[in-house]
């Protein structure tokens, strides 16, 4: 542990402060305990445990009477909504993601989470001239269906990954009898390749490609993908994109600290 008995105040308070909450907002659903989150951020237990009452305080974080979990509190929703005007993901990311369709001549979108669900918040057309069904903005399914979904899901922690997979389990029948057994291979499959493949679930006859976008503090935000239609996606294909992929990915993660 680095620290026991130093008071919790000035700038180092700040700087620790600041560390719970993002690890807070890794495990945003699941919540953590306070043990947990002392040995994530190196600190001893009443270190932790001061900062935590302090926030909780400040309404920058809550802690779950039942679970006795913490997780974010109320007062951080309230600051996220008065920096969403200069933080539009969608319209800082446009440029990006036009480039990455004309790089790959098809159709790339961007996916948000939305509780167990993906949600397309921005697409733009390529120029091969056969694309795929353009999917509606603001379109919504569970996560591990399309492949944005999919890179979402994967790259969660496990016990909150399974937690969204028994959650969705009832509602994936209608991709193509997908089951819940199909969206924890393709996790792993994901995490193994190191990019979320998937075919002929969100759309029938449709490939797509996807790598999940973290901010630079490693915040999970959002993701990235590239749809085109089942032949054209071959093997080698995937491969030409998957580095057109990680470079946008990359290039949106950073764009909020510019």
């Known amino acids: 542990m680095q620290d026991t008995s130093m008071t919790v105040d000035g700038a180092q308070g700040i700087t620790r402060a600041i560390q719970v909450l993002k690890l807070l907002a890794r495990e945003a659903d699941a919540g953590m305990r306070l043990v947990d989150l002392a040995d994530a951020a190196q600190l001893a237990r009443p270190t932790m445990h001061r900062l935590l009452k302090a926030l909780v305080a400040q309404g920058m974080a809550v802690q779950d009477p039942a679970t006795r979990r913490y997780r974010l509190g109320a007062l951080v929703f309230e600051l996220g909504l008065a920096a969403a005007h200069r933080f539009n993901l969608?319209?800082?990311?446009?440029e990006t993601l036009a480039g990455l369709a004309r790089a790959t001549g098809d159709t790339a979108f961007l996916f948000?989470?939305?509780?167990?669900?993906?949600?397309?918040?921005?697409?733009?057309?390529?120029?091969?001239?056969i694309q795929t069904p353009a999917l509606p903005l603001g379109s919504r399914q569970p996560l591990g269906v399309s492949a944005g979904g999919l890179a979402l899901l994967a790259d969660l922690p496990p016990a909150e990954q399974e937690r969204v997979i028994e959650n969705i389990a009832p509602r994936l029948g209608a991709f193509g009898d997908l089951d819940a057994k199909d969206v924890r291979a393709y996790c792993a499959q994901a995490r193994k390749a190191g990019h979320a493949h998937i075919a002929n679930r969100a759309v029938p006859g449709i490939s797509a490609i996807g790598l999940p976008v973290r901010s630079e503090s490693g915040l999970l935000l959002a993701a990235v993908t590239v749809a085109a239609t089942h032949n054209r996606?071959?093997?080698?294909?995937?491969?030409?994109i998957v580095p057109l992929l990680r470079e946008a990915a990359k290039t949106i993660g950073a764009l909020l600290r510019q």
């Open 90 to 94: 969608r319209d800082l990311s446009a």
């Open 112 to 129: 948000v989470r939305s509780g167990d669900d993906a949600v397309c918040i921005n697409r733009v057309q390529g120029t091969y001239p």
């Open 233 to 240: 996606m071959t093997n080698a294909r995937v491969q030409e």
